[in-house]
């Protein structure tokens, strides 16, 4: 449905992707309107297109998906529409000068006759021409806000379009339409395909298949590979573009030329990479292979200072961790991975102890936020998250960049790298930058977990290359042997069948052949048996996983449930709703996208960044902001209401989210069919994020399956055969 009126007033209005709440005088009537419209004032016609919502909590409000905006025509509107501050150094005291003098035509004087203006007591000839200025540019982004709002593009995309290209903006779309694909705009490649064809766009010059080869790259990246072997990538194209081969190699044939992709030969196959991911494998490859040249491993041997620290600790290390501690103090790059119960956070202490007694500054760090505060907690120093170390910064064109780099290294002769199974391509490349060419790296993570949510599989080629040196902690200590969840782990590596019987102890299996029969015990198991049985809080000690977000089974339908049982509706709890559902205080949730600008505090500290499975709970809902407040382990972020689709509840999560983090307990739902997600590293790690209890709800059969099935996740990837060009393979003793 559409409506028209005159913006009343500006409720709430986020500059960098238009989002804005506002009141539309519309027949004698005030009407609340959303949306993500770009740039509206006070004073402006507005011809909307959307429709009405009934907002659980705010009541009705007409939800716009369109917007077409007329500047005001008569005296009253134009003196509110320029009292708005509409145009820097125009307050309401000038405005009504300016419409005294001018009426219902002072818009267009400003627009064509600017000069004019001067004749008014406060305005310069130079600010006459900073006004005008305004105004245009005013008129530029209007202009490209509602050419792309014909063709169903949000105003945060028309902002980015004229930021980049300013007046020009429409023509060169109309050239070209899919420089929208290009970053910063980063408009899918299906919907500028869909504009494309709307203004029936000439493709003589194959540009269409230029941008489809750089989004099948891209859409490859957000399944995890960095690269893609020709073949695949030309056949895909195809498919996808519906193009003849000889189409697709003449515009591979100048994505090439222009440098937006690259080729890297990998024993006779050729791979295919989007320039900065090949620009982060080979980075990586060369710098490690300069770090392997720069320091060569020492004779000096640390037996006497290992002892010193058996003594202190009163323990006595095994065979394998005093290998791995001497490493560490000798070798320039070293790699320490080991199973749950190995005794890898005893071996990581005596390093770092014995560092510290030398003198030697030592860093440590995490992929996460999570994994960072565990870190901390077991070695009883200063973790920090990679982000949070390299402090995230931006260069002068709005791309992602760090302030610690190649020109600005960290102050540290020693990092410590936790969960490095986690960490991808381009943030383990940025790490190296910023590390000086004589900085010890020793990385720790365990092989047999899931790779990292972004592109990469950093551990594992490493580990492949035989070209770093790798301590594999293999042995269970006897403490350890005691908890069936280490030993259960232990056997699901090796391919047995955990125990599935065992009621005594930490592990339980709980046999449910109906979904929701399984569902219901979860819930069930979650609100009310463990908080009585072990006195666990079901927001902070209870963690519920699943492999998928699908089905009966999955965190969506499972989050319904556990909100409506935990953190059910209430006239006295405040919420909101968004895309993904209905949020309210008290909730748990998860961050679901990186935010490298969002502001949070914590004790007078303040910073920026909150990450991909950041999990947190909300404190405060506010209406009037339209503001809520999250607690993420005692940072505090305000979110405005335009970024509650990067948030999501965090009752339960996928295993893939909950990498890195451990949790008290830990209810884990296996469920029929997605036999994609059906093998034994996913089930592995799933079970290693319990520190205390962990129950599995399924069946027999599928644990088994899972067990049974070693496949691993393939991962498009050159970065092993990089290392191993750029680093000798060395005999060892």
């Known amino acids: 449905m559409t409506l028209e009126g005159i913006v009343s007033s500006i409720v709430y209005r986020n500059e960098d992707n238009g989002y804005t709440v506002f009141d539309l005088e519309s027949k004698d009537e005030l009407i609340t309107v959303v949306g993500e419209l770009g740039r509206i004032d006070e004073g402006e016609v507005v011809l909307l297109e959307g429709s009405y919502i009934n907002h659980p909590r705010f009541g009705m409000q007409f939800k716009a998906v369109y917007c077409e905006q007329r500047l005001p025509e008569t005296a009253v509107s134009i003196e509110r529409y320029l009292s708005s501050g509409v145009i820097k150094g125009i307050g309401p005291s000038l405005a009504k000068k300016i419409v005294n003098q001018f009426g219902s035509e002072t818009l267009e004087i400003m627009q064509n006759t600017p000069e004019k203006l001067t004749c008014i007591k406060g305005i310069s000839p130079k600010k006459c021409e900073s006004i005008a200025q305004e105004f245009a540019q005013l008129a530029g982004v209007r202009r490209i806000m509602t050419y792309l709002s014909a063709h169903g593009v949000a105003a945060s995309y028309a902002m980015s379009a004229y930021k980049l290209y300013g007046f020009e903006a429409i023509e060169i779309i109309e050239d070209n339409p899919y420089i929208l694909c290009n970053h910063p705009i980063s408009l899918s490649f299906p919907k500028v395909d869909e504009i494309a064809s709307q203004i029936k766009f000439d493709d003589s010059v194959n540009k269409r298949i230029c941008a489809g080869l750089r989004y099948i790259l891209e ?149 996460t936020g999570r994994a960072a505060k565990r870190m901390s907690e077991l070695t009883n120093r200063n973790a920090k998250t990679i982000h949070r170390l390299l402090e995230v910064d931006f260069d002068i064109n709005g791309n992602l960049s760090f302030k610690h780099n190649e020109s600005n290294t960290l102050k540290c002769d020693v990092i410590i790298v936790d969960e490095v199974s986690m960490l991808d391509t381009l943030l383990f490349a940025n790490l190296l930058k910023a590390l000086k060419l004589n900085c010890r790296i020793i990385l720790v993570g365990d092989s047999d977990q899931l790779p990292s949510v972004g592109a990469g599989n950093i551990l594992k080629c490493l580990i492949d290359s035989k070209r770093i040196r790798t301590i594999t902690l293999t042995e269970i200590f006897r403490q350890a042997q005691e908890s069936c969840i280490v030993t259960n782990a232990h056997k699901i590596v090796s391919g047995e ?113 909150i990450f991909n499975g950041d999990i947190g709970v909300i404190t405060e809902i506010n209406r009037r902001s339209c503001e809520i407040t999250i607690n993420f382990d005692g940072r505090y972020a305000v979110y405005p209401y335009s970024m509650l689709e990067q948030l999501e509840l965090a009752y339960a999560v996928t295993v893939h989210k909950s990498q890195g983090s451990e949790f008290e307990a830990v209810i884990l739902a296996i469920p029929q069919g997605f036999d994609n997600l059906c093998y034994r590293n996913l089930l592995y790690t799933a079970i290693t994020r319990a520190r205390k209890l962990l129950i599995l709800v399924g069946t027999r059969d599928r644990v088994e399956a899972m067990v049974n099935n070693n496949r691993r996740t393939l991962r498009y990837t050159c970065l092993r055969h990089m290392i191993e060009s750029e680093i000798p393979n060395e005999p060892r003793d």
């Open 497 to 609: 069948l955990p125990d599935l019987d065992n009621k005594k102890s930490d592990f339980f299996f709980f046999e449910r052949n109906n979904p929701a029969h399984g569902a219901n015990l979860i819930v069930d198991l979650c609100s009310r048996r463990l908080p009585e049985a072990y006195e666990y809080s079901p927001i902070d000690d209870i963690q519920v996983l699943s492999p998928t977000r699908k089905g009966i089974l999955g965190t969506i339908e499972l989050n319904k449930s556990l909100q409506a049982m935990l953190n059910p509706h209430s006239e006295n709890k405040d919420e909101v709703k968004t895309m993904y559902g209905v949020l309210r205080d008290g909730d748990k949730v998860m961050q679901i996208k990186n935010n490298y600008d969002i502001v949070w505090k914590r004790c007078g500290e303040s910073g920026t960044g």
């Open 219 to 367: 859409q490859n990246v957000l399944e995890g590979h960095t690269c893609v072997p020709l073949d695949k990538l030309v056949e895909k194209a195809k498919e996808y573009l519906g193009a003849t081969e000889q189409a697709v190699y003449e515009a591979y044939n100048i994505e090439i030329e222009e440098h937006n992709i690259v080729e890297y030969d990998k024993n006779s196959r050729c791979f295919v990479y989007l320039y900065e991911y090949y620009d982060a494998e080979n980075y990586i490859a060369q710098r490690l292979g300069v770090l392997n040249a720069f320091m060569p491993m020492t004779d000096f041997n640390f037996e006497n200072l290992i002892k010193q620290e058996e003594l202190k600790n009163a323990i006595e290390y095994e065979v394998s961790q005093k290998e791995a501690i001497n490493l560490a103090l000798t070798k320039g790059l070293m790699i320490l991975t080991g199973g749950p119960g190995t005794g890898k956070t005893t071996t990581l202490n005596a390093i770092i102890s014995i560092y510290e007694e030398r003198n030697t500054k030592v860093l440590l760090a995490a992929p």
